[in-house]
């Protein structure tokens, strides 16, 4: 039988990083001065000067811990910045204070019960930072003698020898702390620092006065300066976890490991009650202090009756953390009851919030904030496209308006240019429609989609016909955007 040699091809494969690019991911924080005062363009939110001086005197007393156990709602229309504001604040609160962000839909699962996921919600937005202090030994070593095994023992021992700027001290070696010191292959004139509590040794770095003996180093090579002081030494550990996490490692028997693999489940009371008691005996002590948090729910209206009820009480307990909100509903229906209610929210629940309103953008507002989209995603846009970009967010929506961005980037792409020209614009909106010509499509296939439905009663014929004559005055979906945008100002006028 005749071998076939097989020759091996080796293609070599060049990875591309992923740059993916949220909706908010231009905004670092609320763009105030140091008096509070809201700049109109700042860390990449423009206009709403109100709101943002709103929440920059909420942002201080929160890091002052003085507004723990209230509720803020954030109420306007659609499309008036309401999320973005909200992630602001968790961008200039910094990474020390917890915010957790949810919708009002994801607490109905069939894994957990409603009160159980606003539970664990609210205590993933209270934190503890844990002070810990461990005893260590560190300085440099100045030499380093390991004995063979010898007799009848097959244990390796040895001595080491550390100094400081200010001492010198001879310390013995067992078998463990040789292992660790060939695994880091520490040398003469590495800094090592050894924890008495948890006997691990850490390789700091090799010290300065030994940086002459290399004519050149590899960029791994790390310098540091020789301890002063005494050898041994006191050093405080901060640890900042969430009560939910806590919560979770005394519930799971795997411990900090369930923490990765997400499904943390139901947690039993008597485990939070545990985890609080210990909790309030490291603040007596001095060894712990609880940050209380931001818990943004966003689209709040989605909750229902009994959601609520739990909040009012929530909002009561000590260590509660702060809780905004955000809806863009006027006068609507408490879900889960028969009653009507403004944003959808309780009257009860509606007492005790501290309203900040968004007001709509102005058209100079809104080209800053496409210019800046633009700027964010790469995208070079001619001023007579952004003219006209700014007019559909103006008559449209400004999230049509963002979206047509990469869409019409791509267009202009394929004509081989670098620039967005209103032809492109014009060649998308052909391509994707928004919500007003989609309504405008449906009102004539209606027939065909088995849409059209018989009232079945006056009410509900009312609401037809006044749907079907908004929906009729509309602008032809297909008109190029020129068209569309001054037909509606001959309308207006």
Known sequence: MVEIPVKKTETDITAIPLERIAAHSHIRGLGLDDTLEAKHKSEGLVGQERARKALGVVMNMIKQGKIAGRAILLAGQPGT??????????????????????????????????????????????????????????????????????????????????????????????????????????????????????????????????????????????????????????RETVHTLTLHEIDVVNSRNQGFLALFAGDTGEIKQEVRDSVDNQVSQWQDSKKAEVIPGVLFIDEVHMLDIECFSFLNRAMENDTAPIIIMASNRGISKIRGTDEYSPHGIPFDMVQRLTIIPTEPYSEKDLREILDMRCTEEDVQMSDQALNLLTKIALRRSLRYAMQLIATSSLVATRRNSDEVEPQDINKVLKLFIDKTMSQDYLAQQAKQFGYETAATNDDDADVKEDTHSYINSNANPQAPAEEVVEEEEEEEE
Request: glycine share 8%.
């Open 81 to 234: 910045g309401k999320t973005a504001l909200a992630h602001a604040l968790s961008q200039s609160l910094g990474p020390d204070t917890p915010f957790t962000s949810i919708t009002g839909s994801e607490v109905f699962s069939l894994e957990m019960n409603k009160t159980e996921a606003l539970t664990q919600a609210l205590r993933r937005s209270i934190g503890v930072k844990i002070h810990e202090a461990s005893e260590i030994i560190e300085g440099e070593i100045v030499s380093k003698t390991i004995d063979p095994p010898s007799g009848d023992s097959v244990q390796r021992t040895g001595k080491i020898v550390l100094k400081t700027q200010d001492m010198e001290a001879e310390y013995d070696l067992g078998p463990r702390m040789i292992e660790q010191l060939n695994r880091l292959k520490a040398e003469e004139g590495d800094v090592i620092s050894y924890d008495l509590a948890t006997q691990h040794i850490t390789k700091l770095g090799r010290s300065f006065t030994k940086a002459q003996e290399y004519d050149a180093a590899g960029p791994q090579m790390k310098y540091v300066n020789t301890p002063d002081g005494e050898l041994r030494t006191k």
